[in-house]
């Protein structure tokens, strides 16, 4: 009898193990997380952007229960961060609708450039009048994504569309649209998947953009350049051609008896047209020992940099072709290399 006793005890010993094990290895339920309750597993995200399609950061994000028709009780809030974005976790399902205020300062990231933001609540997508809101439906475990919020005054936007002709006989792949402007302009990427080279870039606001266009081939990149201005509607039939990449051969001269060589520095270029994406940086050229360099795959304006100066040395003058080039601007078309370039370094006035 004690031995069936102290069998059964094993037993249940045995599996009071077994179920903490499996309690402690389960994953959380969203019931179990912080701050959510039962069926609180949806989300709502997108960017806030100001109207001349720029980022808004610290903006307000107010996410409202939907009751007849009609935004009523706010559920959650948040704030936009420094590229717009907002994320409202912990949601259940439902319908809802995004009202967003803005902060009262002028500019993205402190751009004082800007006008300030009119401290009215804009609600998703573009409208202050809340009877004009579009409801958002949120399902239970299914982010919502994309809900862009555009403050008031409501902007136009427009599309830019067009073709890019390539080399004929030449097989491109990666057909890549990096676009932006000046004065915080909305920039960013788009893909081209048409293989005719046909293009639709959507939400574009008023003002003047530049289009700078990457391809592969087997042959190498392939690089075109356009501009155009998007004024009182969609933007039609812009060409791009696309060819071999410019490049820009010079050298660095030391004016000093300093005993430096040339081949301590490299040379930056800084695309002046557009801000481009991180997932295409120019690259640094170094400088050989006679101070010779070579900067490729370039098309457009560019402003020349030398990293590697000692302390209290800086680029007193760059010429080309024995002429100064004001302001430091080098325009290079696509296809051609310009040559002939000096960049002087060294302490003391020009």
């Known amino acids: 009898m004690a031995r069936r006793r102290?069998?059964?005890?094993?037993?249940?010993?045995?599996?009071?193990v077994v179920l903490l094990t499996n309690r402690e290895a389960a994953p959380q339920t969203a019931a179990a997380r912080p701050g959510a309750g039962p069926g609180k597993t949806?989300?709502?995200?997108?960017?806030?952007?100001?109207?001349?399609?720029?980022?808004?950061?610290?903006?307000?994000?107010?996410?409202?229960?939907?009751?007849?028709?009609?935004?009523?009780a706010i559920v959650a809030t948040t704030t936009s961060r420094y590229d717009g974005r907002y994320?409202?976790?912990?949601?259940?399902?439902?319908?809802?609708?995004?009202?967003?205020?803005p902060r009262n300062s002028g500019g993205f990231g402190g751009d004082?450039?800007?006008?300030?933001?009119?401290?009215?609540?804009t609600f998703y997508p573009?409208?202050?009048?809340?009877?004009?809101?579009?409801?958002?439906?949120?399902?239970?475990?299914?982010?919502v994504e994309g809900i862009d919020v555009w403050l008031a005054p409501?902007?136009?936007?427009?599309?830019?569309?067009?073709?890019?002709?390539?080399?004929?006989?030449a097989a491109v792949e990666n057909v890549v649209i990096e676009y932006g402007g000046a004065d915080g302009i909305r920039r960013g990427l788009w893909y081209v998947d048409d293989p005719?080279?046909?293009?639709?870039?959507?939400?574009?606001?008023?003002?003047?953009?530049?289009?700078?266009?990457?391809?592969?081939?087997?042959?190498?990149?392939?690089?075109?350049?356009?501009?155009?201005?998007?004024?009182?509607?969609?933007v039609e039939d812009v060409r791009v051609v696309l060819r071999a990449p410019g490049a820009i051969e010079g050298r660095v001269v030391v004016d000093a008896t300093s005993g430096v060589h040339a081949s301590a520095f490299s040379v930056s270029p800084t695309q002046?047209?557009?801000?481009?994406?991180?997932?295409?940086?120019?690259?640094?050229?170094?400088?050989?020992?006679?101070?010779?360099?070579?900067?490729?795959?370039?098309?457009?304006?560019?402003?020349?940099?030398?990293?590697?100066?000692?302390?209290?040395?800086?680029?007193?003058?760059?010429?080309?072709?024995?002429?100064?080039?004001?302001?430091n601007r080098i325009v290079v078309p696509a296809g051609e290399r310009v040559s002939g370039v000096e960049i002087v370094v060294g302490t003391g006035a020009t």
């Open 6 to 16: 102290r069998e059964l005890g094993i037993g249940l010993l045995a599996f009071l």
């Open 42 to 72: 949806a989300s709502i995200a997108g960017r806030v952007i100001h109207p001349d399609g720029a980022a808004a950061d610290g903006a307000r994000v107010a996410v409202y229960a939907v009751r007849e028709g009609a935004a009523a």
């Open 87 to 101: 994320e409202v976790q912990g949601l259940p399902a439902g319908t809802f609708m995004v009202g967003v205020t």
């Open 112 to 121: 004082l450039k800007r006008r300030p933001a009119m401290p009215v609540e």
């Open 126 to 143: 573009g409208t202050a009048e809340r009877d004009r809101a579009d409801p958002v439906t949120a399902f239970e475990g299914v982010p």
């Open 154 to 169: 409501a902007p136009q936007r427009f599309t830019i569309s067009g073709r890019i002709f390539w080399p004929e006989g």
């Open 196 to 234: 005719g080279g046909l293009f639709t870039i959507a939400g574009a606001a008023q003002g003047t953009y530049v289009l700078l266009v990457r391809a592969d081939t087997a042959a190498g990149p392939l690089i075109g350049l356009a501009s155009t201005d998007v004024a009182v509607g969609p």
């Open 272 to 327: 002046m047209l557009l801000t481009v994406s991180p997932l295409y940086p120019l690259g640094d050229a170094p400088v050989a020992g006679d101070g010779r360099f070579v900067l490729r795959d370039l098309a457009g304006e560019y402003e020349l940099a030398v990293r590697g100066l000692p302390d209290g040395w800086r680029i007193k003058r760059i010429v080309h072709n024995g002429r100064a080039i004001d302001g």
